[in-house]
């Protein structure tokens, strides 16, 4: 049977090459081809630039981990930290814009937001850590976390394009990158992760007030995000579930530090130490 | 001591999805009414399995539905804000494929030839430039072609029972085209790829119908009994100059 489906198949690819010309079901298919064609490799030059970004992210979350007071270091990472991220911003987003200059955004989500809610995470880490500097020196400040309409007025580019037939004239156009609400708000919920992570080390460290902090700051998100009524995002209860796995974590720490005093806590957690590997909060 | 986390951000979010969500239920309304119209005409189109005859009478409804189901995706255009047809496009997708099914099906039966995107897309009254407005999705129209070489193979099949052995005939002609515009294709591992490969199985019935009807030697009577090769090409020819003038004159 099959030999019969080939001898059929041979004379038709040969027939594909003396009709081409011609036949207007393969010249319509030739053209399908290439706009199919277009739209994969656009795809995955999106879906590149998205993992150069999540690997970008990922380094910054561990260098803003490396913040010790001990060591005294917290300036010169938060700032070296910033200014990753704005270069982020400005160059690998900004490719990604350009990729869907005049598209439509959600066409492209799956290849891009992986890279964003990563990326969404560690700028709100970065400026968590911020904050919590600002509030040992200060007790006043306002700062809190950027929302996603500060994060796109972040994200506005102005290009200049040279144009080939005015050769002379450069015209400027501008770009912006779309972040989705709802890939920000993802991409927050993954903060609560770190946040956790932060917490435990600050045990480690002997930092016992940042514990607190972190699981009341960890409490509000928690608040918020249960809070929220969201029909049909599984991708978003299953985050609120690992949040408030983070969220009971840290207020175990809180509770082992009240009853016994930061230095014993620190033993007693020792237990849960190879859970707090495994969930970390990177998805 | 303010806080860090901006409970309004939350309450932003939710005012955002709630008037998501109200734009869903709108799509979801008029996606409704096209679905209705599209199982009219599957229905009218189903007689070509038991009676060759009213093949014409039943293009001639279907299209009229059709043209129904042209206005409601006007309405349906009017919802979408610019610039995110992707982001809801999941409600019509599946209906818009079966559309494009019935329209080539109608399309074949009429002229026998192979309707294109640009037609499909003028017929429901859609674009086919994404820049342009509401448009007709390159996968959606090849999805919908790969459902109509299904119903092919099954019109082939019953056509014989009806004592039509011409049909066939010319039904795997197409289909061999068809198959090779497909393998013109670079597709991706996804939805449109696993559906092209069930081509291959329509594509197979279709010539062990054909294999069926010459090995006995089986012709309408109507048919002229002169060679049958030369008769064929000047067929084909006909058809695709019909293809080409029809493209044109739309």
């Known amino acids: ?283 | 001591m303010s806080n860090f986390v901006n409970l309004s951000i939350f309450e932003n979010y939710q005012k955002y999805i709630d008037n998501e969500q109200e734009i869903r239920e709108k799509i979801r309304l008029m996606v409704r009414k096209i679905e209705q119209n599209t199982k009219e005409a599957a229905i009218q189109l189903q007689i070509i399995h038991c009676d060759l005859s009213k093949i014409d009478n039943a293009c001639e409804k279907a299209r009229k539905t059709i043209a129904a189901c042209s206005e409601n995706y006007q309405s349906l255009s009017e919802l979408i804000p610019i610039g995110q047809y992707y982001r809801y496009s999941d409600h019509w997708t599946y209906i818009t494929q079966r559309l494009v099914f019935i329209i080539a099906m109608v399309v074949y039966l009429e002229a026998g030839f192979l309707v294109t995107r640009e037609t499909v897309a003028e017929m429901l009254g859609l674009k086919t430039n994404q820049a342009d407005g509401f448009h007709l999705d390159i996968e959606d129209y090849l999805m919908g072609i790969l459902q109509m070489a299904s119903e092919l193979s099954r019109f082939a099949t019953n056509s014989v029972t009806l004592g039509d052995y011409d049909r066939p005939l010319h039904i795997s002609r197409f289909m061999a085209n068809l198959n090779a515009g497909y393998r013109l294709l670079n597709l991706k591992n996804d939805g449109l790829r696993k559906r092209f490969d069930a081509l291959k199985y329509d594509v197979k019935k279709i010539e062990e119908v054909v294999y069926d009807i010459s090995i006995r030697g089986l012709k309408n009577i109507t048919n002229e009994a002169t060679d049958e090769t030369s008769n064929k090409e000047t067929e084909e020819n006909y058809s695709s100059t019909n293809a080409v003038g029809t493209v044109e004159n739309i």
């Open chain 1, 1 to 283: 049977m099959s030999g019969r489906s080939n001898a059929r198949k041979q004379p038709k690819v040969k027939e594909k090459v003396i009709i081409d010309e011609n036949n207007p079901m393969l010249r319509a298919f030739r053209a399908y081809s290439m706009e199919l064609d277009a739209k994969h490799d656009r795809y995955e030059r999106i879906v590149k630039l998205s993992r150069d970004i999540t690997i970008e992210a990922k380094r910054i979350i561990f260098l803003l981990h490396s913040i010790d007071i001990r060591k005294g270091n917290k300036e010169k990472v938060l700032e070296e930290a910033q200014q990753r991220l704005e270069k982020v911003i400005k160059v690998n987003f900004k490719a990604v814009a350009q990729e869907m200059h005049n598209l439509d955004p959600y066409q492209y989500r799956g290849a891009y937001a992986p890279g964003l809610q990563e990326f969404i995470e560690a700028y709100s880490f970065m400026e968590y850590m911020r904050y919590a500097d600002d509030n040992s020196t200060s007790l006043d400040n306002e700062a809190s976390m950027s929302d996603w309409q500060q994060l796109q007025g972040k994200m506005q580019y102005i290009e200049a394009e040279t144009n080939d037939e005015i050769s002379a004239e450069m015209k400027e156009h501008k770009l912006s990158f779309h972040v989705e609400p709802s890939e920000y708000i993802l991409g927050i919920s993954d903060l609560s992760g770190e946040l956790m992570r932060r917490c435990i080390n600050s045990l480690g460290s002997g930092e016992t007030d940042t514990c607190l902090l972190i699981c009341k700051v960890l409490q509000h998100l928690y608040k918020g995000y249960i809070g929220l009524s969201i029909p049909r995002c599984r991708e978003l209860s299953r985050k609120i579930h690992t949040m408030r796995q983070s969220v009971l974590k840290a207020e175990d720490v809180c509770y082992n530090v009240k009853v016994r005093g930061g230095e014993a806590a620190k033993w007693g957690l020792e237990s849960e130490k190879p859970n707090v590997d495994i969930d970390e909060g990177f998805f």
